[in-house]
């Protein structure tokens, strides 16, 4: 042992690594790792679904880019509503959507005409996806504002039928002017969403819910256990649950009173 406590500390702080120098390689080796995992830039793309194209100098057309994502809102929407209202009519307007984009790709894969830009979009262009959605979307929503009168309100089916109608058209515009589609496509689009909507109301009401499908469905013990509803046949669900909730309330007054 070295007889000069001095040189001895000197050494022993020579040989120890700088505070955090450890910490840092392996910080640094890990990142280099991750780094090696990813792939090549050339071999990767992007969701088609959410990735949308515009001009930059163009106001519009950033605001069309925000607009012809509506589909995923509605969707969310759906999602939103039937699992807060447990509710068998959104459920069933949900599965119509759903069958609609399904015979929005078999029509696509039957007429094989391409888009007008190779680099916007994937897959075929007609007909415009977004454009049936929203047609579908918009053609149900008229018709449970008119022909089911959901609300008491008199201007409440015309406000709402004309919002939907409006959202609807500026989406199908939106297609034309991002050049993800041409006129033709979109119109053709909205005109099969349209009369699938008609169609797939007609059959859900006209024959699936006469014959009785909706009450077994309701009346399942699994159903039951989630507590399933179908307010089909309530004029004014907004005002049902209200007059429910009011019922709630003075039950419980009177509870506390006693």
């Known amino acids: 042992m ?8 000197r050494h022993r702080n020579n040989a120890m690594p700088a505070p ?7 910080i640094r080796g890990a990142a280099e790792q991750f780094a090696s995992k990813i792939p090549p830039h050339h071999t990767l793309t992007s969701l088609s679904i959410t990735h949308v194209q515009f001009a930059q100098d163009d106001i519009l057309s950033k605001l069309f880019a925000y607009v012809t994502l509506s589909p995923l809102a ?45 680099y916007l979009g994937d897959g075929y262009g007609m007909p415009s996806s977004h454009s049936q959605f929203m047609a579908y979307f918009a053609t149900y929503i008229v018709i449970l504002m008119y022909r089911r009168g959901i609300a008491s309100e008199p201007l409440v089916p015309h406000t709402i039928s004309a919002v939907v109608v409006l959202w609807s058209a500026l989406v199908v515009y939106s297609r034309v002017h991002l050049y993800y589609h041409t006129w033709q496509q979109v119109v053709a689009g909205t005109i099969c969403g349209f009369f699938f909507a008609i169609i797939y109301y007609n059959i859900v009401n006209g024959v699936l819910r006469t014959k009785g499908l909706f009450d077994w469905i309701v ?16 004029h004014d669900v907004a005002k049902f649950d209200w007059e429910m909730w009011q019922q709630y309330r003075r039950t419980a007054a009177q509870a506390k009173s006693q």
Do not use: W
């Open 20 to 26: 955090g120098t450890g910490q840092a390689e392996d």
């Open 2 to 9: 070295s007889s000069n406590p001095a040189a001895t500390l």
């Open 219 to 234: 009346d399942h013990p699994l159903a039951r256990q989630f507590h399933i509803r179908d307010t089909d046949s309530i």
């Open 74 to 118: 509605i969707l969310c929407g759906y999602v939103g509503v039937i699992i807060t209202s447990r509710d068998l009519k959104p459920a069933v307007m949900l599965a119509g959507q759903l069958a609609n984009e399904l015979v929005n790709l078999i029509l696509k894969r039957l007429v094989k005409q391409a888009r007008p830009t190779e």
